[in-house]
């Protein structure tokens, strides 16, 4: 049997509300694509590119961090969804989301937290990002905490760029990342 | 030693699986008006108690066990007859709890249902609590109960 959509909606709309949930997420359409958006009662926990076909192993990877209960529920991430559509409609310049950032290594969470601050269209090298964050010689690592970044475009690791201003590599593919930097103008 | 465990899927996994059958059976004890009702009821019992629950085995006896004891609740506030025993399902169409039925059937409802949730389909009474809406050690105690009054009327 079919569960009918408005009581389905009525159930996790009432599982939210009730903050039963160690994390809420949504599929939401992109012109990047779709993006699985994650999150808890801390803040915005994950953004994905894996949004296509099946779920699964990103929803295991979800309750990795979070906790098993872990259910699609818009209204959970419904704050994040209206800020992706204003930055992809070009209205938005900087995200103003709390996030989740738990289980990540001190390195990382501090790299973040400089990745956060490179400013909408701009772009900066890995060592420059290795350099605020306190590790001029971090380069190489820094690249490993932009490829496996749990929110890219909202935390922009798009806007760290090679030495020679190469794109380098992106977690969602090159092609993306020069989608993004287009769309702040930072192509030109 | 135990056998290798089933981990706990993510709630939507198991919500995905089992939604359709729990709203049947609900349709099925109340209606189509009321089942709606408690079709939220059952699934929120089920989240709170769900990050509790050790491991990922026989989760459609437990929610449909859930669902029974909603229906029963929602009989019980009507003013309705509530003396249906829980309706305890087969597991991918093995009776796992038949060979005991004959004995288990004359036990009260809550004695039986945790009589063949723990024996029947090896639950821990925490996933017995929470499906019986009481506490793990009420549940204990109802299997126990269940279990000696069986032992009196064996021997």
Redesign the interface.
Known sequence: ???PAD??R??RD??VE?H???AGYDVVDSPVGPLLVAATDRGLLRVSFDAGGEP?AA??Q??RFA??????APRAVAVAHSELDQYFAGKRRAFDLPVDLRGQAPFTISVLGELAKVPYGHTRTYGELATSAGSPKAARAVGMVMNRNPLPIVLPCHRIVGASGSLVGYRGGLERKEQLLRLEGAML | MMDAVAP??????F?AEH???V??LL?RRLGRDRA?DA??ET??RA??A??R?TYGEHLRAWVLTIATRVAVDAHRRAGEPTDELPELPDTDGRPAYEELAFLTDSLPPKERAAVVLRYGYDLDYEQIAAALDSSPDAARQAASSGVRRLRRRIT
Do not use: S
């Not at chain 2, 706990?8 to 996994?13: L, S, V």
């Open positions: 049997m079919t569960v009581l389905d009525r159930f009432a599982a009730a039963l949930l160690d699964e929803l295991e979800i309750a906790g098993p209960r872990v259910l699609r | 706990i899927p993510p709630f939507e996994t919500y939604a359709g059958e709203l049947r349709r709606d079709f939220q699934f929120l989240l709170r769900y990050d629950l």
